[in-house]
């Protein structure tokens, strides 16, 4: 079965990186683009990003430009979501979520990764 | 860019039909068919509800339905029941080659 595998959760200080994992498991790992989204408290969904773990390539939300990087490594099937310059308003539960290329929608969500900024 | 517009808050009464809608831009909603709608209850994770503007995926309700009217979507839950309650998101492809989510709706059933 499909599963989407996040890293625990993070705390860091204002300035500091993240680095937040995602591994899959259970489907063709290059057939399925992955997305980031993330959920404030109290606030709504928020989509920061996309990769095409085929090729690697990316699109960002303009708001995240300059400041979030995707990766992924097709040896182990993890997609890497890293946010830099943290402040505190990223607290945030990080989630990654599939898309069947060509498809434009979030099929399956991972269980989310909280990450606290705070110093 | 802008969240799209939702409604915060939407209420009714068990078998009552109620419509969400979400409102974009012509560099959004008004571009493209691909407009999803999201479920998310708290402490789980969302579930796509409908994609494509009006397609149902597999296992979801058929009192879930989808529309779209130049740059302003809709999503209504027919025969509304007391688990249908929780927070619903659109989400629309952009002109941008990004995605944009709404700012959500809180559905009651009173």
């Known amino acids: 079965q499909v599963q989407l595998v996040q890293s625990g959760a993070e705390v860091k200080k204002p300035g500091a990186s993240v680095k937040v994992s995602c591994k899959a498991s259970?489907?063709?790992?290059?057939?399925?683009?992955m997305h980031w989204v993330r959920q404030a408290p109290g606030q709504g969904l928020e989509w920061m990003g996309i990769?095409?773990?085929?090729?690697?390539?990316?699109s960002f939300a303009q708001k995240f430009q300059g400041r979030v990087t995707m990766t992924r490594d097709t040896s182990t099937f993890t997609i890497y979501m890293e946010l830099s310059s943290l402040r505190s308003e990223d607290t945030a539960v990080y989630y990654c979520?599939?898309?069947?290329?060509?498809?434009?929608?979030?099929?399956?969500w991972g269980p989310g990764t909280l990450v606290t900024v705070s110093s | 860019q802008s969240a799209l517009t939702q409604f915060a808050s939407v209420s009714g009464s068990p078998g009552q039909s109620i419509t969400i809608s979400c409102t974009g831009t012509?560099?959004?909603?008004?571009?493209?068919?691909?407009v999803s709608w999201y479920q998310h209850h708290p402490g789980e994770v969302p579930k796509v509800m409908i994609y494509?503007?009006?397609k149902r995926p597999s296992g979801v309700s058929n009192r879930f339905s989808g529309s779209k009217s130049g740059n302003t979507a809709s999503l209504t839950i027919s025969g509304v029941q007391a688990e249908d309650e929780g927070d619903y998101y659109c989400?629309?492809?952009?002109?941008?080659?990004?995605?944009?989510f709404g700012s959500g709706t809180k559905v009651t059933v009173l």
């Open positions: 979520t599939r898309e069947e290329s060509g498809t434009y929608y979030l099929q399956d």
């Open positions: 259970g489907y063709t790992f290059t057939n399925y683009h």
């Open positions: 990769i095409n773990p085929r090729d690697g390539g990316t």
């Open positions: 012509s560099s959004d909603v008004g571009s493209y068919n691909h």
């Open positions: 494509e503007v009006s």
């Open positions: 989400c629309s492809y952009t002109t941008s080659n990004t995605y944009v």
